[in-house]
């Protein structure tokens, strides 16, 4: 190996980022944040190799033969790099065939755009003077540090710029930001082909090594997850030292999520620890770790019953509904100095379900039985209600107020699920004497309601196949059966077969209003 040229600018780390991924904000980091792509012609390409890596197994293979003129390795940054903070600039090279030529281009943003635009006059390329392997001193068969702060480079397509090496044009050139890079291997004219391998580029703090993972990224999740469903985490980790070093993942799991599976499994003893020695220089690997979030499993059964006289308001609600939340993974990386923490943000889905909301309220006499059965995807109730309108008192600081409250009742049965709503409201009523039952589910639906009512009804009812709207006003005898079910091979909805006979209570005349 030759020796190596500006030592004291090389810079040797540890490089591991942690990827931070959220459903409304995003920071991705990958193991470089630099984005490569080999060029590939008839007569010339550049491709991955693992016949030869200088750091890792890996390396860019460039060839060219016959007619070809050149290969290329095109680097994109992420962010444009100011040129004056570019301090690194090197890569090795390891010559095959022929004495092919080598230059550095770098391209410029000047006008703001973080892009390079050969007709804007306010960017600019600035590329090196080619010079072949032999004018650099490079051996053949052997791996050769390049530093880019050792050729001459020119402004392209501007002669009135002299000549000067790199750090000259990193102090005219202030204010411009580096976007793209070129490398490229000219061939030989003397002979049929001309192949080099190139490996472990750094430009600045980045690096470039072509190893299958570099490119990944560090943490990686999904954006969403279902309720009682798996995350499936990725952290993928690589060792840019030069030397061989011990790495350390440890993982911080949300406290809404219960450990699964891990791939390679964690050390012994843990689930969230994973301990890699002596983890050779240019070596990268993946853990994936397996979670599952927390489904909500509620069951709960109410028998109850009242009755009494004077002023009653009451109100129920009951709901399968979850709103969705997110659950956090927090992730440490540590190795020797360096130490790195993030974390990456699943939303979980919110559970669409039923919901059931029901109360009465009046002075008088008033008697209910009601029979609740509710778990996380159904809901069941049974009630009777008789409540009959009369003057009350109620006692406040011993003062007594008269009450005199018309009856009104109401329940609203939803089904978000299956997108069904029944809503039955009954007021200014002297009686009431209801029964209902209903049932809220993913397969079947239904409200039964009878009753005998002196007052005013709004009942309404929509499913996906259309919607009902009745007012009645007056003394009337109610029976109404509406049911939604789910076939096994299809979905079929039948509107409400809603029976209703009305017959007076009292003898005088009634009203009835249909809108």
Same mark, same amino acid.
């Given at each position: 190996? $030759? ?45 991955? !190799? ?12 460039? !060839? ?11 680097? %994109? ?36 755009? @973080?892009?390079?635009? +050969? &007709?804007?006059?306010? =960017? ?27 050729? @001459? ?5 501007? &002669? !009135? ?75 993928? %980790? ?7 070093? =011990? ?118 006499? %008033? ?8 778990? $996380? ?8 209600? $008789? ?18 409250? !018309? ?15 029944? +809503? ?17 589910? &993913? ?25 009902? =709207? ?46």
């Amino acid at each position: 190996m $030759s020796k190596l040229l500006h030592s004291e600018r090389s810079l040797i780390f540890l490089l591991i980022f942690i990827i931070l991924t959220q459903t409304w904000i995003f920071n991705a980091y990958c193991l470089t944040n630099l984005d490569y792509y080999l060029s590939k012609s008839k007569y010339a390409e550049a491709s991955l !190799s693992d016949q030869m890596g200088f750091h890792g197994s890996n390396s860019a293979s460039l !060839s060219v033969v016959n007619k070809g003129t050149y290969s290329r390795v095109s680097i %994109y940054l992420d962010d444009p790099m100011p040129l004056e903070e570019l301090d690194l600039f090197s890569m090795w090279i390891n010559p095959q065939l022929g004495n092919g030529k080598i230059q550095l281009d770098l391209l410029l943003d000047g006008d703001g755009s @973080d892009s390079y635009d +050969s &007709k804007s006059s306010q =960017d600019a390329r600035v590329r090196s003077i080619s010079r072949s392997w032999s004018d650099l001193g490079m051996s053949h068969s052997q791996w050769n540090e390049l530093d880019g702060f050792d050729l @001459d480079f020119e402004k392209y397509g501007d &002669k !009135s710029v002299p000549i000067s090496d790199l750090d000259d044009f990193r102090n005219r050139m202030k204010g411009m930001g580096v976007v793209r890079i070129y490398i490229t291997l000219y061939k030989d004219p003397a002979i049929p082909e001309t192949t080099a391998f190139i490996d472990y580029i750094k430009i600045g703090d980045e690096i470039i090594s072509f190893e299958p993972l570099e490119e990944e990224d560090i943490k990686d999740g999904p954006k969403t997850a279902t309720p009682g469903g798996q995350i499936t985490y990725t952290i993928t %980790y690589g060792n840019n030292q030069m030397e061989p070093t =011990d790495l350390v993942v440890s993982e911080e799991y949300d406290s809404r999520t219960v450990f699964v599976d891990a791939s390679p499994e964690p050390d012994a003893g843990a689930n969230n620890i994973w301990t890699f020695r002596n983890l050779p220089p240019g070596s990268h690997g993946q853990i994936k770790i397996i979670m599952k979030t927390v489904k909500p499993a509620v069951k709960a059964n109410i028998d109850s019953n009242v009755h009494g006289r004077g002023l009653t308001s009451t109100r129920g609600s009951i709901s399968t509904n979850f709103d969705g939340y997110p659950v956090t993974n927090s992730v440490k990386i540590s190795a020797g100095e360096f130490n790195f923490t993030d974390s990456v943000t699943t939303i979980i889905k919110p559970i669409v379900g039923s919901s059931l909301v029901f109360g009465e309220h009046g002075s008088g006499s %008033y008697q209910a039985e009601e029979i609740l059965d509710y778990n $996380s995807v159904s809901i069941s109730a049974k009630r009777d209600i $008789s409540a009959s309108f009369s003057p009350s008192r109620v006692n406040l600081s011993l003062h007594s107020i008269p009450i005199e409250e !018309s009856w009104s009742a109401g329940i609203l049965a939803e089904n978000d699920y299956r997108d069904l709503v029944w +809503s039955d409201r009954y007021f200014e009523a002297s009686l009431l004497n209801l029964s209902y039952k209903t049932s809220l589910g &993913k397969t079947l639906s239904y409200l039964e309601t009878t009753g005998q009512i002196t007052g005013i009804a709004d009942r309404s009812f929509k499913w996906p196949g259309g919607v009902t =709207d009745l007012r009645l006003d007056g003394n009337f005898t109610l029976h109404s059966n509406a049911r939604w079910k789910k076939a096994s091979t299809s979905v079929s909805s039948s509107p409400p077969k809603d029976e209703l006979e009305c017959c007076p209570m009292i003898q005088e005349p009634q009203t009835l209003e249909s809108i």
